[in-house]
């Protein structure tokens, strides 16, 4: 989970800096590690969602 997480969010930094490299001549560095700090956070909760939880675990132990 958290090597996918770090790679989706490498190919978001490596996109907008090549992007930013090529349209805008200038890159923004500040704004392109926000979206890739972004990026890895919200595939992290993502990832974290899609597991069930066990709601009679603790229904057992009483």
Request: glycine content about 4%; charged content about 20%; aromatic content about 22%.
């Given at each position: ?41 919200i595939?992290c909760?993502?990832?974290w ?14």
């Amino acid at each position: 989970m958290l090597k996918n997480s770090i790679i989706i969010a490498l190919f978001f930094f490596v996109g907008f800096t090549i992007s930013d490299l090529i349209f805008n001549e200038k890159i923004q560095w500040i704004d392109n590690i926000g979206v890739s700090v972004f990026t890895f956070l919200i595939y992290c909760f993502w990832e974290w969602s899609k597991k069930p939880y066990d709601w009679n675990k603790n229904k057992s132990a009483r």
